[in-house]
Each structure stands twice: as structure tokens, then as C-alpha cells.
């Protein structure tokens, strides 16, 4: 349904896997009142291929999401429509039965590795965050993040982080920095990272 006084505002917050891009997403969404939408939810469905080379497939580079799906969903939401979201099983690389309804309402945020890789993705934004950190920064919170959450062996956490996510970062990634109004450190205060989002936000209502 689509509501005509209400359009939102997409916030736009992209940078390497565990920079600090989903902290800083859910603290300005929650001083805003608005939902989060990650891009992790729009990982293509695995179901049709053996699990075995589901675990070999390279999640780490754009192909790995289903961009199309986005960019129509965003478009949905920034003219005041409701969207369903998917929700992304990480244990066997599909999607689930049901989705996440999001309303259309003053503000929403986008956060993910590939935030502002995508054209037809970044036009939606008007406030585009790109967070950095060191890459040792990055693969300790990533280790900790896979083995506590994704049920994953630090061995094989190494292993991919090596082979694909620190590769693909710096090919496809880091590069998007250029596209941001704004880049920050995700080793500073998160506080100080989150103002400076909402003072990019209310400036440019």
C-alpha cells in the first residue's frame, strides 16, 4: 500500500566485511526511528545446488546478491510502498520461507558490503556512508562474529578471509569509497560516527 505523504529518505552505509557498517546502521536507525534493511537479506538461494558447493560458492563478490531485487525493492520503499525483505539462512545459504515486512516511514537505512557499488542501488540514497578500518581490525571481529553466530571453524573463517573476502574488499569495495558524502573509521567512537551520519541526514532535509 502505498502511502503519499510518506517518502522515505534511504540512508546509504557500505564498507569491508566488519568495519563497524551494522553498529553504526542500527544506532542512527534508532535515533531516527527507522528500519534497517541489510543487504546480507539479498543473498541469491542456493537450494537448487549440493551443499557442498553452495560452501564453495564466492559470497564475497557483488554477483553473490541479487542486485535486481534491491534496487526494485528500494525503489518500492522510496515511493512510500511497504517491501518484504528476505530473510537469509547463513547455515545453508538459502532463503527462508517467510520475509520482513518494511514500512514506508520518514527514514530507512541500507547497510552492506556493497551499499554503493551499484548504480541503480546508490541513486536511492541521500546521505551515502562509507565505513573503513584496518584489516587486522576487520578479520578479529569477523573470526569472533562467524565462529559465535554462523556456527563456522576459525580455520575455515581464515581460509576464506584469505582467499576471497580480503581479494574481493579490495576489488570491489574499498573502490566505492569514492561514491560516499561521507567516510568514516570504524576504530573511532561509534558515537562520534553515528552524529556525524545524522548531522549529514538533517543537513540535507
Not at 535486481?68 to 520461507?97: N, S
Not at 573476502?165 to 574499498?174: F, S, T
Request: glycine letters at 6%.
Amino acid at each position: 500500500m502505498v502511502s503519499r505523504e510518506t517518502r522515505p529518505r534511504l540512508i546509504g552505509i557500505a564498507g569491508p566485511s566488519c568495519a563497524g557498517k551494522s553498529e553504526v546502521a542500527q544506532r542512527v536507525a534508532a535515533a531516527l526511528g527507522a528500519p534497517v534493511i541489510s543487504l546480507d537479506s539479498y543473498y541469491k538461494d542456493l537450494g537448487h545446488i549440493a551443499f557442498q558447493e553452495r560452501e564453495r560458492v564466492n559470497f564475497d563478490e557483488p554477483d553473490a546478491l541479487d542486485s535486481e531485487l534491491l534496487a526494485g525493492q528500494l525503489a518500492l520503499l522510496a515511493a512510500g510502498a511497504e517491501i518484504h525483505v528476505p530473510v537469509y539462512d547463513f547455515t545453508r545459504h538459502v532463503r527462508a520461507a517467510e520475509t520482513h515486512c518494511v514500512q514506508a516511514v520518514a527514514h530507512a537505512v541500507v547497510e552492506g558490503l556493497f551499499a554503493l557499488y551499484w548504480e541503480n542501488v546508490r541513486r536511492f540514497f541521500h546521505t551515502k556512508v562509507f565505513i573503513q578500518a584496518e584489516d587486522a581490525v576487520c578479520f578479529k571481529r569477523r573470526l569472533e562474529r562467524d565462529v559465535m553466530e554462523r556456527g563456522r571453524t576459525p580455520e575455515s573463517v581464515l581460509a576464506q578471509y584469505q582467499t576471497t573476502v580480503r581479494p574481493m574488499a579490495e576489488l570491489h569495495i574499498l573502490p566505492t569509497s569514492r561514491f560516499a558524502d561521507l567516510v568514516l573509521n570504524g576504530t573511532d567512537p561509534v558515537e562520534q560516527s553515528v552524529e556525524a551520519v545524522l548531522a549529514h541526514v538533517r543537513g540535507g532535509s
